[in-house]
């Protein structure tokens, strides 16, 4: 069966730095784009990162913050967020995508910045 297990979160203050992790399996985790979406409750889910054969996407607030990045020998993206800020604040979600009809969403895991 397909997991997409997401770890790493936490409570961090402002500037400080955390490192998200998703872990895959039950599919060919190389021949996925893999994506971090962020949600707070009443908002849509937002775009943040994704990283494929094509290439690496970043949204623009997270430029020169955030880095993404996967092994895909231990099928496992990640990504490392630094400077964070109070905005930031968000339910972060792993997704794995080969097309339209094979797409996978972890369970998320939340991540709280302030004081």
């Known amino acids: 069966q397909v997991q997409l297990v997401e770890s790493g979160g936490g409570l961090v203050q402002p500037g400080g730095s955390l490192r998200l992790s998703c872990a895959a399996s039950?599919?060919?985790?190389?021949?996925?784009?893999m994506s971090w979406y962020r949600q707070v409750p009443g908002k849509e889910r937002e775009f943040v990162a994704t990283i494929s054969s094509v290439g690496i996407n970043y949204l623009a607030s997270v430029k020169g913050r955030f880095t993404i990045s996967r092994d895909n020998a231990k099928k496992t993206v990640y990504l490392q967020m630094n400077s964070l800020k109070p905005e930031d604040t968000a339910v972060y979600y792993c997704?794995?995508?080969?097309?339209?009809?094979?797409?996978?969403w972890g369970q998320g895991t939340q991540v709280t910045v302030s004081l």
């Open positions: 039950g599919f060919t985790f190389s021949s996925y784009a």
């Open positions: 997704k794995a995508r080969f097309d339209s009809i094979r797409e996978y």
